[in-house]
C-alpha cells in the first residue's frame, strides 16, 4: 500500500473545500445555462475590478478594428450589426450584449489594464463550477500538466445561487488561423492531451471536448473550455456514465448502453485530433495506429490518457526536424 504523503493530505483538504453539495438538488436545475439580468450584477462585478462592455466600449473597438485594417490596406464595411446596434442605443453608457454570445456570457475588460475578458454565469453547486474552482486552486495552477484557461476571479453571490467566472478572453485559433509549422501544430495537440492525462489524475472528466471547445490566446497556448458537463468522480473509482449528451459520442452511447466517462474523452479526444487535421491539412499518418486504439468500440480497450500522452510524445521525437518545419499545404 502507498504511504500517504503531505500533497494527498493537501489534496484531500482541497477536495472539502472545494466539494460540491448538490446531491440533494435537482441535477438538472443546477447544471443549466444562467440567464442572469446582467444590469442587476454590473456593480458587483466592478467592485470586484472588472467592466462589463457598454455601447461606448463596443463602438470604440470598432473603430480601432477600422483603423487596424485601414492601415494595412484591407476596406471592411462600418455596416456592422454589432456597431449599428450599439449606435441604436442613446445612452453610450448602457452595457451592450454581444448578441452571438449566449445569455450565460458577456464581454467585459480588467479595469486596472483593460484586458480583455469574458463572464460567465453559472449556478453556484453546478458541475462546472465546482470543477473549474477546483482546477483553479493555487496548487493545482502550478502544475505544468493544467492548461486551464486563466481565470482571474470567482465572484460568488450566494443569495442568489449563482457564480461568475472571469477568464481571459481567448480565440478559437483552428478555426479561424492554423498553426504556422507542424512543431506548432503538435505542440498544440500535445497540450490537449496532457490536460486530458490531468484532469483524469485528479478524477475529472470532461465529457464534451471537441473542436469548438478549444481555445487559443495566439501565443501557442491552448485549453478547453464549456465544462457545463464535466464530473469529478471523486468517491467513486470505477465510474459509468450513459448520459447522451456532448459533441462527440462514443458508439456505446448511442446505442444508450452505460460507459466510462474516462474513456468517453478518450474517444472525443481522437475525434478532436482526426478533425484538427483535417481542418488544418496537416497529414501525420504515423498517428493512424494510437488513433485506431484510441476509437476502439469496446470503451475497456481505449487506451488511459497517460499512454495517449506517451506514445504521442515517441511519435512526434520520431519526425524529422526538415518536416518538424514545414508549413500546412495550401488549398
Avoid at 104 to 119: E, M, P, Y
Avoid at 140 to 168: G, S
Wanted: proline share 6%.
Amino acid at each position: 500500500m502507498r504511504r500517504r504523503s503531505a500533497a494527498d493530505s493537501d489534496d484531500d483538504s482541497l477536495l472539502s473545500a472545494c466539494s460540491s453539495s448538490s446531491s440533494s438538488t435537482d441535477e438538472d436545475d443546477i447544471n443549466c445555462r444562467m440567464a442572469p439580468n446582467w444590469c442587476a450584477y454590473r456593480q458587483l462585478i466592478e467592485k470586484r475590478g472588472f467592466r462589463l462592455d457598454t455601447c461606448r466600449d463596443v463602438k470604440q473597438w470598432y473603430q480601432h478594428y477600422w483603423e487596424m485594417m485601414s492601415s494595412q490596406g484591407q476596406h471592411v464595411s462600418r455596416d456592422l450589426p454589432g456597431y449599428t446596434r450599439a449606435c441604436s442605443i442613446d445612452d453610450e453608457n448602457d452595457l451592450c450584449k454581444d448578441a452571438g454570445l449566449p445569455e450565460n456570457l458577456f464581454r467585459g475588460s480588467r479595469s486596472l489594464d483593460g484586458k480583455k475578458v469574458v463572464i460567465k454565469a453559472v449556478h453556484l453547486r453546478s458541475h462546472e463550477y465546482h470543477v473549474v474552482k477546483y482546477m483553479s486552486h493555487p496548487q493545482l495552477r502550478r502544475d505544468p500538466r493544467n492548461h486551464l484557461i486563466p481565470i482571474f476571479d470567482l465572484i460568488e453571490v450566494p443569495i442568489d445561487q449563482i457564480a461568475f467566472i472571469v477568464m481571459e478572453e481567448w480565440s478559437p485559433q483552428l478555426i479561424t488561423e492554423t498553426p504556422c509549422t507542424l512543431r506548432l501544430f503538435l505542440g498544440c495537440l500535445r497540450q490537449c492531451i496532457e490536460h486530458v492525462v490531468f484532469m483524469h489524475s485528479h478524477n475529472i472528466a470532461h465529457l464534451d471536448i471537441s473542436i469548438r471547445n478549444l481555445l487559443t490566446d495566439y501565443n501557442s497556448h491552448y485549453s478547453y473550455i464549456d465544462f457545463e458537463l464535466s464530473r469529478r468522480f471523486d468517491k467513486h473509482p470505477n465510474p459509468r456514465i450513459s448520459t447522451r449528451r456532448g459533441t462527440e459520442l462514443p458508439p456505446e452511447l448511442e446505442r444508450g448502453e452505460s460507459t466510462d466517462p474516462y474513456k468517453v474523452d478518450i474517444w472525443a479526444l481522437a475525434m478532436l485530433i482526426i478533425r484538427a487535421c483535417s481542418m488544418s491539412g496537416y497529414n501525420i499518418p504515423e498517428l493512424s495506429p494510437l488513433l485506431k486504439a484510441m476509437l476502439n468500440e469496446s470503451f475497456e480497450r481505449r487506451p488511459p490518457a497517460y499512454y495517449v500522452l506517451n506514445t504521442f510524445d515517441s511519435i512526434a521525437q520520431g519526425i524529422s526536424e526538415g518536416r518538424l518545419q514545414r508549413s500546412p499545404p495550401k488549398p
